[in-house]
């Protein structure tokens, strides 16, 4: 019995030392990190005044009248990465009235651009405007409430640069008796959507 268990004991401590042995390895290691930083989307409408009419509103408005509202509209993202692939148009009215519901005989949009800031004439809130430079097509022309209107041909899509837009609000002639007295209230949000995506 005490041979025996005097060679468990020899065993045990040969086992013990020959698992110490197995974390004696060689090694070698290497790295690399890089940064990744994102880009920025972001556009603007010019400051309150000659760069932004947008929100100077209009009374007494009877069929037939015009409204005229300079606006610019700036990509002021960070760098060329930053260029973008569409910009839409999204109008909306709260409180909402006949004057924007319907579609036919209710207020009518006309975007325009300009290829210098438009010449601002009359005082507030009659505005009107010109072009000195080269007045594009009209990139939009419709009932004035509307979902992802797009707007073609602008020069904001890429970063740095500044649309000169001008809207025009029309109630047509047709407008009925039902529209006297009415109000509602406009808002106009561009959404800039991003490049499209690819490899860095």
Avoid at 26 to 53: D, K
Avoid at 75 to 91: E, K, R, Y
Avoid at 97 to 122: F, H, N, P, R, Y
Wanted: with cysteine; glycine share 10%; hydrophobic share 40%.
């Amino acid at each position: 019995m005490k041979r025996l268990l005097g060679s468990f004991a020899v065993v045990g401590v040969a086992a013990t030392m020959a698992g110490l042995g197995t974390f004696a390895t060689f090694t070698s290691s290497t790295s690399a990190s890089h940064t990744i930083s994102s880009g920025t989307v972001s556009i603007a409408l010019g400051a309150t005044g000659p760069a932004n009419r947008l929100t100077i509103g209009a009374s007494n408005v009877v069929p037939g009248d015009t409204i005229q509202r300079a606006v610019d509209l700036v990509n002021n993202g960070g760098a060329s990465a930053d260029n973008l692939s569409s910009i839409v148009l999204n109008t909306t009215a709260s409180p909402s009235s006949l004057l924007d519901t319907e579609a036919t005989s209710g207020l009518q949009m006309t975007i325009e651009k300009c290829s210098v800031a438009w010449t601002e004439s009359g005082t507030s809130p009659a505005y009107t405007y010109t072009c000195s430079g080269t007045t594009s097509t009209a990139l939009a022309s419709r009932a004035v409430i509307g979902a992802n209107i797009a707007l073609a041909g602008l020069a904001s899509l890429t970063t740095g640069s500044t649309d000169h837009l001008r809207v025009t609000l029309t109630l047509p002639t047709a407008a009925p008796n039902t529209m006297q007295g009415l109000t509602s209230t406009i808002s106009y949000n561009f959404v800039g959507t991003q490049r499209v995506a690819g490899n860095k």
